[in-house]
């Protein structure tokens, strides 16, 4: 059978800016892409969709499989069941076994939709449920903003790891804005009923936010899970989730108790009027199962500084599939690929023992306020801002807004995908460097 010197599994953000380095790189028929569908989504657009700033449209928010991938490289058009990494070889849908030398995992992290009781019903059957999570159901976001007439608008966020952590709160601010516009802010109570103890992760840009959530009376609740929803009687399910630092969980006097649940969590049911989803997300099932898996989590285990596979050192991992203990996130896959790059290089030269622990956990999350202000947060492993700009990145700018919303699908689509752009390193340090001066 057919050995590729390169398979990547998955053509998204990391799949897709490897590929195309590399088959230029390599020549003719010597990568190969295993990716069933045959479009190439630019998820970041999904935040500006669904908030009515951009539409769902070719070359903005997606582009053709064979138009993005560089002639040289092969497209399987298949969806891969099975790693099999002592034999050098991934199985497909369709049965066949693919062989490669170096194999590259990139296939991004599963959106569990059906993982909360009525959602998909919910997303299919009432139109005031969306989620800019889905290619499908972000369609249905701005028209549900537009329909509001009154009652309760709730976003929410999941009890998982979750790609882009702070898109789930972009569109509730979008909303607001767009409310405000509409004269109809005042009939709206707006929440923000999240998992997580804080509004984000990081210290520097949960402080700025939280002001803005104050300043314009957006509601913010916290360690709660939305466990099901009722789309006829429009009611939300939440459970209550314990406190980091207590074990029982404190519930509001609206609670009722929740039998079903092992933990004894009490939930309190909300309703709504519009109610924005993101849902539930984990690694995907063929990682999770196979023996790439980290036991702990299931995401593909992956020296967090190398990118190579703790085990099999002919093995990769690129993005949001991987165990990397850093946000999940575009920004995130191109300072990964830089790394990923030069070690592919190495390895592909028979240098394995050279390989350089170079990626410094460097993500990025364009936290978009309104229509015209965006907070740009920079961070690196530990929480710790890494900002481009010489300016402080924690205020709300519109240079950053129009970086997100004008600049962002430029470098996206000529720079990321064509796996020119690496992240914004370059720039850093040299501003850096300039204002030592
Ligand atoms: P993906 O790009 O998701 O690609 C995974 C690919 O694997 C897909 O093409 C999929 O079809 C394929 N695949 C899945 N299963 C299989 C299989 N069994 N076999 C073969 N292929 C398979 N990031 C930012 O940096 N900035 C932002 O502003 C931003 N905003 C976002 C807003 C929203 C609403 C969302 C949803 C995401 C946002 N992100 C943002 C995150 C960003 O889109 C992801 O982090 C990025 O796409 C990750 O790249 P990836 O290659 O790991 O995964
Ligand atoms: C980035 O590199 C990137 O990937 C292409 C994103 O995803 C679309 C981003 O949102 C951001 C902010 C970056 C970082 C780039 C700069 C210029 C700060």
């Known amino acids: 059978a057919y050995t590729y010197k390169l398979v990547i599994v998955g053509g998204g953000s990391g799949g897709m800016t490897m590929a195309n380095k590399f088959a230029s790189k390599l020549g003719k028929n010597q990568v190969a892409v295993i990716e069933p569908s045959h479009v190439h989504y630019y998820q970041p657009y999904f935040t500006l969709v669904g908030g009515g700033i951009k539409k769902l449209c070719h070359g903005g928010s997606h582009k053709e499989m064979s138009e993005v991938l560089d002639k040289n490289a092969i497209w399987i058009h298949d969806k891969a069941v099975e790693f099999q990494p002592e034999a050098n070889q991934v199985l497909t849908a369709s049965g066949r076994a693919v062989s490669y030398d170096f194999l590259v995992v990139a296939m991004g992290i599963q959106t569990n939709f059906d993982a909360v009781d009525g959602l998909l019903e919910a997303l299919e059957q009432d139109p005031q449920v969306c989620s800019n999570y889905h290619a499908k159901y972000v369609s249905k976001t701005y028209p549900a903003i537009r329909n509001f007439e009154k009652g309760n608008a709730i976003f929410t966020f999941p009890n998982t790891p979750v790609k882009c952590a702070g898109a789930p709160q972009k569109i509730m601010y979008l909303t607001d804005w767009r409310l405000t516009q509409m004269k109809k802010r005042h009939l709206a109570t707006i929440m923000y009923n999240t998992s997580l103890p804080v509004v984000f992760g990081v210290k520097k840009y949960a402080a700025e936010l939280t002001k803005v959530m104050q300043s314009r009376h957006l509601e913010l609740n916290t360690r709660l899970n939305l466990i099901r929803v009722d789309h006829r009687r429009r009611e939300a399910v939440f459970e209550h989730l314990p406190s980091p630092s207590s074990p029982s969980s ?142 402080d990145q924690g205020q709300p700018r519109t240079s950053m807004y129009l970086m997100k919303s004008e600049l962002m699908p430029v470098i996206y689509w000529q720079g990321l995908v064509k796996g020119y752009w690496e992240g914004p390193s370059f720039f850093r340090n040299t501003m850096k460097a300039l204002r030592l001066k």
């Open 250 to 391: 404190s519930s509001s006097s609206s609670s009722s108790s929740n039998d079903d649940n092992q933990h004894q969590l009490t939930s309190s049911v909300f309703k709504y009027d519009l109610l924005h989803v993101c849902p539930p997300q984990s690694a995907p099932e063929v990682i999770r199962r196979s023996r790439l898996a980290d036991p702990l989590t299931g995401f593909l285990q992956v020296d967090k500084y190398s990118l190579q596979h703790v085990k099999y050192g002919n093995v990769f991992g690129i993005g949001d599939c991987t165990n990397v203990p850093t946000s999940k996130t575009a920004a995130a896959v191109a300072s990964q690929s830089k790394t990923l790059r030069k070690n592919l290089d190495l390895a592909l030269k028979g240098k394995l023992d050279k390989l350089g622990k170079t990626y410094d956990g460097y993500t990025s999350c364009p936290l978009v306020i309104g229509y015209d202000k965006c907070i740009l947060a920079e961070f690196d492993f530990d929480g710790n801002p890494m900002e481009t700009f010489p300016v």
